[in-house]
Structures are given as structure tokens and as C-alpha cells.
């Protein structure tokens, strides 16, 4: 199949963090809704084969695909705006590049010749740019280049940026991000670093068709005219992105601006329909005018850093909006909880959330915090770790278990309720032990979580390694912990659910990678509704 897509590459100047994936996802939202076939890829530059190994503090959240890739939590965002899947074509990094032009050259590929960046590394990068445009039959592949230009590690990408702008001629444009700061001492915004971010970028060879900046105040038409004058560009090319108060705006402040009709124009393709956000608007709306408000605690080891669960707060973000219910969200570091304190931490809590994660750090405070929910009758969702952290507490408390534990935190557990299977165990490589990706899971006929989904066949994404210890169904089914949701093939236990609790569930997969602002997760919402129904009853 010919190649006759477009190809839209985002760049980042002055500083990281400004927001290329949300100003990509934003205008892929635009021409989506125009009637076009959009996807969106990430490169990012790290040596890295893939964010799975990475620390969270690191990057943040890592987002697992249908296909079981682990990527850039940029992708959450993509599949959040656009409500359609990415895969791992999505996403590649300098590691996966090298590892392919290495693999290549043990091969033989290269005939002996010399292997150098240019063009092997660069020729590498260009191929997996122009992957998805060949073969996934899309309008517009949008390329979000991570970095900042002038860093060392981005150097490759912005060259090949380059000679795929001659390739490619008239289906490639490039929108440069950069900052705009507001110096209060003197009262003014100033262009000099945007400036200089474009004058990098041009002594790479490219020079930039659009220029969005990132800006706390308002650009007057002077400074706009200056940048466009400094940077070779007409004045409509120079788009304002304003601080906002959601990252949901961003799309709707993009039209405003008239990013979409300036790229449209760019490609000689016409701008008279105007995109369709009716659904997008109700849900800004519902978002930003809630009838109810609710108190959240969500408990895990990483809050400092929120963006390690950006896709939880997300799809509570959608659940918000869907039931109209502003969620006050109270993240609580699990390695500060104690039995003496658990209750000054979450007395107000209408909803209790123990969070995933690797690693024994803070799980006795998550265990806690299952335990206070338990017993006080709060909604509780627990997910992956939380899920396993709900069923230990159970053991130990409910039927009596005292040893009960993880084998991966104690391997002399007396009561191992997880644990590896057993055709995990003599597996070394840590990646070999996963499950990653999409799995099926049937659903038990009428039980409380089949009635949330509508349904007794789902498929969610998952990405963890121990499972729940099926040596000791019974005796859970027996003490009211039940198991209403398994894997078709392999039995494995899914999702666990409390019996006389008001809304007791945890999963040992991802809900939180499937919800976007189109289809908000099943889970959540309900999750959000039983805890207005809990404020409810207790201010009552």
C-alpha cells in the first residue's frame, strides 16, 4: 500500500514538561473530529529499550498497550483523547533503535559497511516514523519527538526530521513547542529563549511551520508579530497555548486558536467543516459544574510524584464528569500508615483506593488502609498490588491466616496466598514472568461486578507478575472473599469481591489504561457513584 498520509512532527524547545504529548493529542483531536484517520507516536531518547525497567520517579507511570507494550505514559494520552488503541509501534526509544540497527548488523545486513549514525541510526528512526503511515491506512501520522532541541540525545531524531522533510516534501510539516516566561520584576513576557530555541532548530536544517507557546499570560499581537518575524513565519502560524485549567481545555483553546486550520492549510486541504465536539464540550461541562463532591483517598507509594498514577487520575477524572460529581482526590503516601493513625488519615474518606505498584515499600500501610475499608464499610477499589494487598489482609484478618503474605515479599510465608505459578518459578528474566497486555476474563453470572460491566465477558490489560494463590480458593469463597471473575484459559483469579460490603472490588488487572473521555471505565464510574451513595448515608 502506498504511503500517502501526512506527517505532523512536534518538537520541544526551552525546557521539557511543556506539554508536547497534550498539544499533539489535541490537535489529533481536532482533525479527528473533522473526519479524519489520526494516530500518534512517541519517540523518545532515552537509551532505555522501553520504560518497563524505569523507576516511576523517573518518568512517571508506565502505560501498557492492548498488544502488552510498555510505553511512554504520552501514549495514555493519545488513547485518552482519540478513543481508539495504540500499539508498540507507537512508541520507540533510542534503546529499541540501537538494538535494531545492532541486530541488523550481527546479520549482516550492512555487508561489512561502517554502521554510523548517519545514516544507519537515522534510517532506522525514518523507518519506524513511516511504519504506521504505510500500514495502518491513516490521514495523518503526528510524531512527538522527545526532549528538547539542542539535547544531545535528540540530535538523531531532528536530523532525521530533517532529510524526511525533503523526503517527504509536501506531506511533512513541523510545529516547534516552546516557552514564552513571564519575568515579574519586570512586568513583562519575553521571546529571546523561544527565540533561541527556533535559531537550534534552525542550525539543524528545519525550519519550523508552526510555533505554539506555552505562556501563563496572554501574547499581544506585537509579540506575536515579533516571534513571527524572528522565526520566518506568518503571524497566524504563532499559536498561543495558555495555562488551563484541565488539560481537557487544551483541544477547545487550540480551535481558537486555529492550530487545525493552519496545519489544514499547510497541506492544501480545505477548512470549511468545522470539527465536531458536541460530546467533548458536555464533557467539560459535567466536569467543571458538579451537583455532588466526594472525599477520595488514594493510597500508594509513589504520590509525590502524581504522574506515576496519571492514568488513575484520569480515568477518575472521566467517572467525574460521567456522574457530575466533583472527586477531591487525597493521595497518601502508604509507608506513613499505621494501625494508630489509619484513622486520622481516612476518617473522612468516602472512598478508599490502594493503588499498584513493585516492590515491598509501604505495603503494610496499603494492608492498612484495605483493613480500615473493610471494616468501616467504605467503598474500596483495589488494583494489581492492590488487589493482592486486599487479599493478604483478608487472610490474615478474616480467616485467620497470620503468616499469610506474598512470596514476593516473603518467601517463607507459611501461607503464600501470592504467589508465582508454578511455571514461573525457574524463570530468571524478570520480563519472562510478566503478563503483559490484554487478557479475557469471564465474569460470574449476576455478581456485583458482572452488573458494573454489563456484561460476563470483558477484556482488560494487565502488568504484573505474581497471581493470586489458587491453593486457597476455597477457603476464601468459604469466608466470604469471593472470585467472580477469571481467566478463561488459565483459571487464574481476575478479580476479588466482598460479600455484605456496599462495594468491595479489587482487580489484578488495569481498568485505568481502557477509560477515555468517550467511554469512561465502567469501574470508576461506579466506583465514583457508590461513593456519593456512602457520603450519602453517613451525613445522613
Given at each position: 500500500?502506498?504511503?500517502?498520509?501526512?506527517?505532523?512532527?512536534?518538537?520541544?524547545?526551552?525546557?521539557?514538561?511543556?506539554?508536547?504529548?497534550?498539544?499533539?493529542?489535541?490537535?489529533?483531536?481536532?482533525?479527528?473530529a473533522?473526519?479524519?484517520?489520526?494516530?500518534?507516536?512517541?519517540?523518545?531518547?532515552?537509551?532505555?529499550?522501553?520504560?518497563g525497567?524505569?523507576?516511576?520517579?523517573?518518568?512517571?507511570?508506565?502505560?501498557?498497550?492492548?498488544?502488552?507494550?510498555?510505553?511512554?505514559?504520552?501514549?495514555?494520552?493519545?488513547e485518552?483523547?482519540l478513543?481508539?488503541?495504540?500499539?508498540?509501534?507507537?512508541?520507540?526509544?533510542?534503546?529499541?533503535?540501537?538494538?535494531?540497527?545492532?541486530?541488523?548488523?550481527?546479520?549482516?545486513?550492512?555487508?561489512?559497511?561502517?554502521?554510523?549514525?548517519?545514516?544507519?541510526?537515522?534510517?532506522?528512526?525514518?523507518?519506524?516514523?513511516?511504519?504506521?503511515?504505510?500500514?495502518g491506512?491513516?490521514?495523518?501520522v503526528?510524531?512527538?519527538?522527545?526532549?528538547?532541541?539542542?539535547?544531545?540525545?535528540?540530535?538523531?531524531?531532528?536530523?532525521?526530521?530533517?532529510?524526511?522533510?525533503?523526503?517527504?516534501?509536501?506531506?511533512?510539516?513541523?510545529?516547534?513547542?516552546?516557552?514564552?516566561?513571564?519575568?515579574?520584576?519586570?512586568?513583562?513576557?519575553?521571546?529571546?529563549?523561544?527565540?533561541?530555541?527556533?535559531?537550534?532548530?534552525?542550525?539543524?536544517?528545519?525550519?519550523?511551520?508552526?510555533?505554539?507557546?506555552?505562556?501563563?499570560?496572554?501574547?499581544?499581537?506585537?509579540?506575536?508579530?515579533?516571534?513571527?518575524?524572528?522565526?520566518?513565519?506568518?503571524i497566524d502560524?504563532?499559536?498561543?497555548?495558555?495555562?488551563?485549567?484541565?488539560?481537557?481545555?487544551?483541544?477547545?483553546?487550540?480551535?481558537?486558536?486555529?492550530?487545525?486550520?493552519?496545519?489544514?492549510?499547510?497541506?492544501?486541504?480545505?477548512?470549511?467543516?468545522?470539527?465536531?465536539?458536541?460530546?467533548?464540550?458536555?464533557?467539560?461541562?459535567?466536569?467543571?459544574?458538579?451537583?455532588?463532591e466526594?472525599?477520595?483517598?488514594?493510597v500508594?507509594?509513589?504520590?509525590?510524584?502524581?504522574?506515576?498514577?496519571?492514568?488513575?487520575?484520569?480515568?477518575?477524572?472521566?467517572?467525574?464528569?460521567?456522574?457530575k460529581?466533583?472527586?477531591?482526590?487525597?493521595?497518601?503516601?502508604?509507608?506513613?500508615?499505621?494501625?494508630?493513625?489509619?484513622?486520622?488519615?481516612?476518617?473522612?474518606?468516602?472512598?478508599?483506593?490502594?493503588?499498584?505498584?513493585?516492590?515491598?515499600?509501604?505495603?503494610?500501610?496499603?494492608?492498612?488502609?484495605?483493613?480500615?475499608?473493610?471494616?468501616?464499610?467504605?467503598?474500596?477499589?483495589?488494583?494489581?498490588?492492590?488487589?493482592?494487598?486486599?487479599?493478604?489482609?483478608?487472610?490474615?484478618?478474616?480467616?485467620?491466616?497470620?503468616?499469610a503474605?506474598?512470596?514476593?515479599?516473603?518467601?517463607?510465608?507459611?501461607?503464600?496466598?501470592?504467589?508465582?505459578?508454578?511455571?514461573?518459578?525457574?524463570?530468571?528474566?524478570?520480563?519472562?514472568?510478566?503478563?503483559?497486555?490484554?487478557y479475557?476474563?469471564?465474569?460470574?453470572?449476576?455478581?456485583?461486578v458482572?452488573?458494573?460491566?454489563?456484561?460476563?465477558?470483558i477484556?482488560?490489560?494487565?502488568?504484573?507478575?505474581?497471581?493470586?494463590?489458587?491453593?486457597?480458593?476455597?477457603?476464601?469463597?468459604?469466608?466470604?472473599?469471593?472470585?467472580?471473575?477469571?481467566?478463561?484459559?488459565?483459571?487464574?483469579?481476575?478479580i476479588?469481591?466482598?460479600?455484605?460490603?456496599?462495594?468491595?472490588?479489587g482487580?489484578?488487572f488495569?481498568p485505568?489504561?481502557?477509560?477515555?473521555?468517550?467511554?469512561?471505565?465502567?469501574?470508576?464510574?461506579?466506583?465514583?457513584?457508590?461513593?456519593a451513595?456512602?457520603?450519602?448515608?453517613?451525613?445522613?
Amino acid at each position: 500500500m502506498a504511503d500517502t498520509c501526512k506527517y505532523i512532527f512536534v518538537t520541544g524547545g526551552v525546557t521539557s514538561s511543556l506539554g508536547k504529548g497534550i498539544i499533539s493529542a489535541s490537535l489529533a483531536k481536532l482533525l479527528q473530529a473533522r473526519g479524519y484517520s489520526i494516530t500518534i507516536q512517541k519517540f523518545d531518547p532515552y537509551i532505555n529499550v522501553d520504560p518497563g525497567t524505569l523507576n516511576p520517579y523517573e518518568h512517571g507511570e508506565c502505560y501498557v498497550t492492548e498488544d502488552g507494550a510498555e510505553t511512554d505514559l504520552d501514549l495514555g494520552h493519545y488513547e485518552r483523547f482519540l478513543n481508539s488503541p495504540t500499539s508498540q509501534a507507537n512508541n520507540v526509544t533510542t534503546g529499541r533503535i540501537y538494538s535494531n540497527v545492532i541486530d541488523k548488523e550481527r546479520r549482516g545486513d550492512y555487508l561489512g559497511k561502517t554502521v554510523q549514525v548517519v545514516p544507519h541510526i537515522t534510517n532506522e528512526i525514518k523507518r519506524r516514523v513511516k511504519l504506521l503511515g504505510k500500514t495502518g491506512n491513516f490521514d495523518f501520522v503526528i510524531t512527538e519527538i522527545g526532549g528538547t532541541v539542542g539535547d544531545i540525545e535528540s540530535l538523531p531524531y531532528i536530523e532525521a526530521v530533517r532529510q524526511l522533510r525533503w523526503e517527504l516534501e509536501n506531506r511533512a510539516m513541523v510545529i516547534h513547542l516552546t516557552l514564552i516566561p513571564y519575568l515579574r520584576a519586570a512586568g513583562e513576557l519575553k521571546t529571546k529563549p523561544t527565540q533561541h530555541s527556533v535559531k537550534e532548530l534552525l542550525s539543524s536544517g528545519i525550519q519550523p511551520d508552526v510555533l505554539v507557546c506555552r505562556t501563563e499570560h496572554t501574547l499581544t499581537d506585537d509579540i506575536r508579530r515579533k516571534l513571527a518575524l524572528f522565526c520566518n513565519m506568518k503571524i497566524d502560524s504563532v499559536i498561543e497555548s495558555i495555562d488551563a485549567d484541565t488539560i481537557y481545555d487544551v483541544p477547545i483553546l487550540m480551535q481558537k486558536e486555529g492550530l487545525d486550520n493552519v496545519v489544514l492549510r499547510r497541506f492544501e486541504l480545505p477548512t470549511n467543516n468545522n470539527p465536531d465536539l458536541k460530546k467533548w464540550k458536555a464533557f467539560l461541562h459535567n466536569l467543571k459544574n458538579p451537583e455532588k463532591e466526594i472525599e477520595l483517598c488514594l493510597v500508594g507509594k509513589y504520590v509525590e510524584l502524581p504522574d506515576s498514577y496519571k492514568s488513575i487520575l484520569e480515568a477518575l477524572t472521566h467517572a467525574s464528569s460521567d456522574q457530575k460529581t466533583k472527586v477531591n482526590i487525597n493521595l497518601i503516601h502508604s509507608e506513613n500508615i499505621t494501625s494508630k493513625n489509619i484513622d486520622a488519615l481516612l476518617k473522612n474518606a468516602n472512598a478508599v483506593l490502594v493503588a499498584p505498584g513493585f516492590g515491598e515499600r509501604g505495603i503494610e500501610g496499603k494492608i492498612e488502609a484495605v483493613k480500615y475499608a473493610r471494616e468501616k464499610k467504605i467503598p474500596f477499589l483495589g488494583i494489581c498490588l492492590g488487589m493482592q494487598c486486599a487479599v493478604i489482609e483478608f487472610a490474615r484478618n478474616v480467616l485467620g491466616l497470620e503468616d499469610a503474605h506474598s512470596a514476593e515479599f516473603k518467601s517463607s510465608s507459611a501461607h503464600p496466598v501470592i504467589d508465582l505459578m508454578e511455571e514461573q518459578k525457574n524463570i530468571s528474566d524478570k520480563g519472562g514472568t510478566m503478563r503483559l497486555g490484554a487478557y479475557e476474563c469471564e465474569l460470574q453470572n449476576n455478581s456485583p461486578v458482572s452488573k458494573v460491566y454489563g456484561s460476563n465477558t470483558i477484556v482488560e490489560r494487565h502488568r504484573h507478575r505474581f497471581e493470586f494463590n489458587n491453593a486457597y480458593l476455597d477457603d476464601f469463597n468459604k469466608g466470604g472473599m469471593t472470585t467472580p471473575g477469571r481467566n478463561p484459559d488459565s483459571e487464574l483469579v481476575e478479580i476479588i469481591e466482598i460479600e455484605n460490603h456496599p462495594w468491595f472490588i479489587g482487580v489484578q488487572f488495569h481498568p485505568e489504561y481502557k477509560s477515555t473521555v468517550a467511554a469512561p471505565h465502567p469501574l470508576f464510574v461506579n466506583f465514583v457513584a457508590a461513593a456519593a451513595n456512602h457520603k450519602k448515608a453517613t451525613s445522613k
